[in-house]
């Protein structure tokens, strides 16, 4: 699941995600994930840092509680964050922009594909 409230960037990963046989959607908001939870787990996430209604750590902490398996991407424009990203539970930080490069290289840095 990819989490950003960019749809533009929701829309991006989860064709390039679909296009490489991986089933993707997506939330625009951390309440919107939370409640896709409910219904299905995830192998993998794809958070940006910066929610209209939160912060990416956040649905970090959540995600860890509820599906400890999952691996998790976050993603942010603010390089700085990169080691927080990883003390709060991520599993890699990406910088924006995204590239299909990009993507295909944090996928394989976080052993999905």
Partial sequence: ?????????????????????????????????????????YDLYIIDLNLTDGSGFTLVQKLKELQSRSR????????????????????????KPLSKQIIQDALHAVNFV
């Fill in 1 to 41: 699941m990819i989490v950003d409230d960019e749809v533009d960037i929701c829309t991006l990963v989860t064709r390039q995600l679909n296009s490489i046989g991986i089933q993707a959607e997506y939330a625009l908001s951390i309440k919107e994930a939370l409640l896709k939870t409910n219904f299905n787990s």
């Fill in 72 to 95: 998790i991407i976050m993603i942010s424009a603010y390089d700085s964050e990169s080691k927080k990203a990883l003390k709060n539970g991520a599993d890699l930080f990406v910088a």
